[in-house]
């Protein structure tokens, strides 16, 4: 499929896991990608394996306004056009309530909805001009709680309410936008649970389709909500979850 040439799309996160699978679909299906991450060389090295005059790495840190404004304008100034935004770049944090820091709550809100939003802001009044569309990286862990994990579930449940709000905003002015929920995913964020293999067997239960999701799996999801072949779609949240959200929470019985 070519669904893409002619268009430019920026996808955060780049360098790693469902970013890297994601830059490197839509440079397959033909896109001009700006791949944008603050890790520097890991970033140059995904860049380096796709088209070269289609593709360029920018270093941003997408939880500061400004840098996530200037990612927009040197995409813009770069290839004259801009039509897709995937707002994907996320860190992890989580533990006991009671043991959660300031600074640790700032950083995920920082990265994981500050960073969304900076995006969506910056990217409208391009993406209004061609009718382009927003599909934001959030999580099963935006749509129920974890054990554990109460900053990042925060953050993530922002991530689907504010996909569902701008939706509301955004439709008339011909932009759509939704958002992609994995489970999990084997990627750099969860590269120690795939080394632990009573854990993996521990998901494996609760995930009907019994295994793990692959970063490209994932990847599939963002280009088809980016893609013509979603034109009637905005404010969803689509699971790409094996399943996991189909249950109510019991246990398997059998
Ligand atoms: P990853 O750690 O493999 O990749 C994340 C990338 O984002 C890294 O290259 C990192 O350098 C970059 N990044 C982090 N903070 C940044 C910032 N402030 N500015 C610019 N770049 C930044 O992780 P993964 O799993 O590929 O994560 C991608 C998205 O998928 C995240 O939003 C994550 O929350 C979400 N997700 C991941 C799941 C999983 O099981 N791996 C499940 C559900 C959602």
Redesign the pocket.
């Known amino acids: 499929m070519q669904r893409f040439q002619g268009k430019v799309v920026i996808v955060?996160?780049?360098?790693?896991?469902?970013?890297?699978?994601t830059a490197r679909r839509f440079s397959d299906e033909g896109a001009c990608v700006a791949l944008?991450?603050?890790?520097e060389i890991?970033?140059a090295n995904v860049a380096a394996d796709l088209a070269k005059e289609l593709t360029i790495a920018h270093v941003?840190?997408?939880?500061?306004s400004a840098a996530t404004q200037a990612m927009v304008e040197t995409v813009v100034r770069r290839f004259g056009r801009f039509d897709v935004m995937v707002n994907?770049?996320?860190?992890?944090e989580g533990g006991d309530p009671a043991e959660i820091t300031d600074a640790q709550w700032r950083k995920v809100m920082?990265?994981?909805l500050d960073?969304v939003f900076y995006g969506c802001r910056a990217a409208l009044p391009h993406l209004e001009k061609t009718k382009g569309s927003i599909v934001n990286?959030?999580?099963?862990?935006g749509l129920g709680g974890d054990w554990g994990m109460s900053p990042?579930n925060a953050a993530?449940g922002a991530v689907v309410n504010l996909t569902r709000a701008l939706a509301l905003d955004l439709g008339r002015k011909g932009v759509r936008i939704n958002a992609v929920?994995?489970?999990?995913?084997?990627?750099?964020?969860?590269?120690d649970m795939m080394d632990d293999e009573e854990l993996l067997t521990k998901f494996a239960e609760r995930i009907p389709l019994g295994r793990?999701?692959e970063?490209d799996e994932?990847a599939a999801v963002i280009a088809f909500l980016a893609s013509d072949d979603a034109s009637f779609m905005t404010g969803a949240n689509v699971t790409g979850d094996g399943g996991v959200s189909a249950s109510n929470g019991q246990p398997p019985q059998q």
Do not use: H, Q, W
């Not at 955060?12 to 699978?21: D, L, M, R, V, Y």
């Not at 990286?137 to 862990?141: D, I, L, R």
């Open positions: 955060t996160g780049a360098a790693s896991g469902i970013g890297e699978a944008v991450d603050r890790n890991p970033l941003a840190d997408v939880s500061e994907n770049a996320g860190i992890f920082a990265t994981n960073g990286t959030a999580s099963v862990s990042y993530k929920c994995p489970s999990l995913t084997r990627t750099g964020m969860t590269s793990v999701c970063p994932i």
